[in-house]
């Protein structure tokens, strides 16, 4: 029994890995991953028990990382998270474009826009030290949304700032670095990074590129925008 519980033990880390390194997020990858993770966890205790060191250390890990997320959260500066996520942004540059994608082995327009802020509110979060970033940037990566749901508000996570005929006639002082600009028709958004530069996970070129306005030649800059703010963006 014992060696049947190790073998099934020992494909949950390959299958983990793969899970947490496919591009498309879903809800059953999404509970496959937490579920392996969790199957992991618990076989490092089970045939680590008898290593009293080393499941103390793992215990104690364990519950500084959930004490951790369950401890309050605090104020943050919203510029350095804006830096942060326009910096998270570029690194996708050249990803190539796969629909429903959200990480650098693949990905698609909404995808793109919430990955660059669920890595940098993470990042920003342990590195100041603070549960609120970090759960913020789990709740982003649990609650996915499409480009439409983005467009619409979903879950307050966005907030309307204006309309736009098309991006290349949108006045700059109009919007700030990490806004996003969300087709009428909800089948494509994009993101600004600030000096007339904008990021896009294009269907077409089958990748990320950044694009300097005005641009005349790539369709979506003729499309009619919604313009949206992230809420841990917002300003007041």
Request: proline share 4%.
């Amino acid at each position: 029994m014992q060696k049947a519980l190790f073998r099934y033990w020992i494909v949950l880390w390959p299958l983990a890995a793969c899970l947490l390194l496919y591009p498309i997020n879903s809800l059953p990858i999404r509970v496959g991953l937490l579920a392996s993770l969790v199957g992991v966890l618990a076989g490092c205790f089970y045939f680590g028990r008898c290593k009293r060191i080393f499941c103390v250390v793992l215990l104690l890990v364990t519950l500084l990382m959930v004490g951790f997320l369950i401890c309050p959260g605090r104020d943050y500066d919203q510029n350095q998270l804006r830096k942060a996520y326009v910096h998270a942004l570029r690194s996708y540059e050249g990803t190539r474009y796969i629909w429903g994608g959200e990480n650098k082995f693949g990905i698609d327009c909404s995808g793109l826009v919430r990955a660059g802020l669920i890595k940098a509110s993470f990042q920003e979060g342990l590195r100041t030290l603070n549960p609120g970033l970090a759960r913020f940037a789990l709740s982003l990566w649990w609650h996915d949304s499409s480009a439409e749901a983005l467009g619409q508000e979903y879950r307050q996570q966005t907030k309307h700032l204006l309309g736009a005929t098309n991006i290349n006639e949108l006045d700059p002082n109009k919007v700030m670095p990490g806004d996003i600009a969300v087709t009428v028709s909800g089948v494509h958004v994009l993101a600004y990074l600030g000096a007339s530069e904008w990021i896009e996970a294009d269907p077409d070129l089958r990748k990320v590129v950044i694009v300097q306005i005005p641009e005349r030649k790539n369709p979506w800059f003729q499309e009619t925008f919604k313009i949206l703010r992230w809420s841990e963006l917002d300003v007041d």
